[in-house]
């Protein structure tokens, strides 16, 4: 017996010497690939799995893929630019791809030399146009593709609007709309690329003066901002709010997982247009050969063998041949083929046939995203008590068509803000800024308040301190009080 004992012990020990290949039922891989994402779990799953499998049918080798959950897209941001300034001028970071998040926010990272170009095969390149909508979809110089497309709107629960008699809302101002005071949610742009993509959306289809008081009037209508744009439609669905700015798939997942029929998802026709996602592989990865048919495998609606791509993951309903199994992604496709396969899906939109009114600018999008995301801390988050009780006044007062409409007045011009986009600022010097914006934002929100309340004249609008090499707007008079 004691020998039994002897022989199963030093097997055990041998077992741990061997690593977990003997412990584990789970064949070990031959090849790993390491991935950035700031997509949600199941998308991670869906492809980590897919892209296994078919790697092992056409190489015949087992790879794992290794996903790094750094946070969401403003935290992926951060944490790769630090990575990259840490490193050598040709080094990489131990990362092959970047697999998620708003391309606006590439091209500055491709010019910062984080990403290795990477031309597609020719029959791949030639299955997915060059742009949609005048929106670019892949790099001139090949560093990063488009993955998929979002659309952007708001989510509102119907029994709620009804219940509560409130308007029902059709378009980004109607969320500014004093009786859903208090019935609005939303999520810290900053932290969210998502809402963040929304917003910039409206400022470009509205213009910079009617898109900042659109925002600013629909956060004045918000309690109190959640943290990312994923709590959006659960307190929609719940009934803790009655509507929110979302993200196309983030309002349709309840809907298909829990049978969600209450919640109606509004994209306004001519102000929201389909924005790609991104794909990029990192400068010097650790596996590029699998980097390029991680790339490859996601930009392909069908493998050289035969195995579905990518493509169809995003679009087909979960359980269908060639879709994913355990999660309906419900994102759309690059490749315009997709969605005239007749593939099984719940998607009805396809944004290769969609309408747009307006010329959106994805290069202004990503050459001022930090600093919008700055002013929008600054001036709206930080601020959240003083800029939701001015609106309480204002409203209460009857005057929300005049000082209703200066409170969330822009702090100073586009073509300012664009000039502050283009100065190096350290991290002191935007904390020290992003104080002052504040303490601005304070001032002028409780200026409009008193005299809401008939406790002073009108304020004389002073614009918010920009640096000095930024010229300052001349101050203008608020408008006359309305008398009707």
Same mark, same amino acid.
């Given at each position: 017996?004691?020998?039994?004992?002897?022989?199963?012990?030093?097997?055990?020990?041998?077992?741990?010497?061997?690593?977990?290949?003997?412990?584990?039922?789970?064949?070990?891989?031959?090849?790993?690939?390491?991935?950035?994402?700031?997509?949600?779990?199941?998308?991670?799953?869906?492809?980590?799995?897919?892209?296994?499998?078919?790697?092992?049918?056409?190489?015949?080798?087992?790879?794992?893929?290794? /996903?790094? #959950?750094? *946070?969401?897209?403003?935290?992926?941001?951060?944490?790769?630019?630090?990575?990259?300034? $840490? +490193? !050598?001028?040709?080094?990489?970071?131990?990362?092959?791809?970047?697999?998620?998040?708003?391309?606006?926010?590439?091209?500055?990272?491709?010019?910062?030399?984080?990403?290795?170009?990477?031309?597609?095969?020719?029959?791949?390149?030639?299955?997915?146009?060059?742009?949609?909508?005048?929106?670019?979809?892949?790099?001139?110089?090949?560093?990063?593709?488009?993955?998929?497309?979002?659309?952007?709107?708001?989510?509102?629960?119907?029994?709620?609007?009804?219940?509560?008699?409130?308007?029902?809302?059709?378009? /980004?101002? #109607?969320? *500014?709309?004093?009786?859903?005071?208090?019935?609005?949610?939303?999520?810290?742009?900053? $932290? +969210? !690329?998502?809402?963040?993509?929304?917003?910039?959306?409206?400022?470009?289809?509205?213009?910079?003066?009617?898109?900042?008081?659109?925002?600013?009037?629909?956060?004045?209508?918000?309690?109190?901002?959640?943290?990312?744009?994923?709590?959006?439609?659960?307190?929609?669905?719940?009934?803790?709010?009655?509507?929110?700015?979302?993200?196309?798939?983030?309002?349709?997942?309840?809907?298909?997982?829990?049978?969600?029929?209450?919640?109606?998802?509004?994209?306004?026709?001519?102000?929201?247009?389909?924005?790609?996602?991104?794909?990029?592989?990192?400068?010097?990865?650790?596996?590029?050969?699998?980097?390029?048919?991680?790339?490859?495998?996601?930009?392909?609606?069908?493998?050289?063998?035969?195995?579905?791509?990518?493509?169809?993951?995003?679009?087909?309903?979960?359980?269908?041949?060639?879709?994913?199994?355990?999660?309906?992604?419900?994102?759309?496709?690059?490749?315009?083929?997709?969605?005239?396969?007749?593939?099984?899906?719940?998607?009805?939109?396809?944004?290769?046939?969609?309408?747009?009114?307006?010329?959106?600018?994805?290069?202004?999008?990503?050459?001022?995203?930090?600093?919008?995301?700055?002013?929008?801390?600054?001036?709206?988050?930080?601020?959240?008590?003083?800029?939701?009780?001015?609106?309480?006044?204002?409203?209460?007062?009857?005057?929300?068509?005049?000082?209703?409409?200066?409170?969330?007045?822009?702090?100073?011009?586009?073509?300012?803000?664009?000039?502050?986009?283009?100065?190096?600022?350290?991290?002191?010097?935007?904390?020290?800024?992003?104080?002052?914006?504040?303490?601005?934002?304070?001032?002028?929100?409780?200026?409009?308040?008193?005299?809401?309340?008939?406790?002073?004249?009108?304020?004389?609008?002073?614009?918010?301190?920009?640096?000095?090499?930024?010229?300052?707007?001349?101050?203008?008079?608020?408008?006359?009080?309305?008398?009707?």
């Amino acid at each position: 017996m004691r020998t039994v004992w002897i022989t199963l012990f030093c097997l055990f020990m041998a077992a741990l010497a061997l690593g977990p290949s003997l412990l584990s039922d789970k064949p070990q891989a031959d090849e790993k690939i390491v991935i950035i994402s700031p997509h949600w779990d199941g998308i991670k799953r869906e492809f980590g799995r897919a892209f296994e499998e078919y790697y092992f049918r056409a190489k015949q080798k087992r790879i794992h893929v290794e /996903w790094l #959950d750094i *946070g969401g897209t403003g935290e992926v941001r951060k944490y790769i630019g630090q990575r990259f300034a $840490q +490193s !050598g001028p040709t080094d990489g970071i131990g990362v092959d791809i970047l697999f998620g998040g708003g391309m606006d926010m590439l091209p500055r990272m491709a010019d910062a030399n984080n990403f290795e170009a990477y031309p597609l095969p020719p029959e791949l390149e030639k299955s997915i146009p060059p742009a949609v909508n005048g929106q670019p979809l892949r790099d001139k110089q090949n560093r990063y593709h488009a993955a998929c497309l979002s659309s952007f709107g708001f989510v509102y629960n119907k029994i709620v609007i009804k219940t509560a008699k409130l308007p029902e809302p059709k378009t /980004w101002d #109607d969320l *500014g709309r004093p009786e859903l005071r208090g019935w609005v949610t939303c999520g810290d742009p900053g $932290q +969210s !690329g998502s809402l963040h993509a929304a917003f910039e959306l409206v400022l470009q289809a509205e213009g910079w003066e009617k898109g900042y008081r659109t925002i600013g009037r629909m956060l004045s209508n918000v309690r109190a901002c959640n943290e990312g744009g994923t709590s959006i439609p659960r307190d929609v669905s719940l009934g803790q709010a009655a509507v929110g700015p979302c993200i196309d798939f983030y309002a349709s997942a309840p809907a298909r997982r829990q049978g969600a029929t209450h919640l109606q998802l509004v994209v306004p026709e001519g102000i929201s247009i389909a924005t790609p996602d991104c794909i990029a592989m990192f400068r010097n990865p650790r596996n590029r050969e699998a980097a390029q048919e991680f790339i490859n495998f996601v930009l392909s609606e069908t493998m050289p063998n035969g195995d579905p791509g990518g493509q169809r993951l995003w679009y087909q309903a979960r359980g269908s041949a060639g879709g994913p199994k355990d999660y309906d992604l419900e994102r759309l496709p690059v490749t315009p083929a997709v969605y005239k396969r007749g593939y099984p899906t719940f998607t009805v939109n396809n944004p290769f046939e969609q309408k747009v009114t307006f010329q959106y600018d994805g290069k202004k999008t990503g050459d001022r995203w930090d600093t919008l995301n700055l002013v929008w801390r600054a001036m709206f988050i930080d601020v959240q008590d003083e800029l939701w009780d001015a609106r309480k006044a204002v409203i209460e007062a009857g005057r929300d068509q005049d000082l209703g409409m200066e409170l969330p007045r822009p702090p100073f011009s586009e073509a300012q803000l664009m000039a502050l986009a283009k100065k190096f600022i350290t991290p002191d010097e935007r904390n020290a800024l992003r104080n002052r914006w504040s303490a601005w934002a304070r001032s002028w929100y409780r200026e409009v308040a008193e005299a809401a309340r008939g406790n002073r004249t009108d304020p004389v609008f002073s614009p918010a301190p920009l640096p000095e090499d930024v010229d300052a707007p001349a101050a203008q008079p608020a408008p006359k009080p309305d008398k009707r």
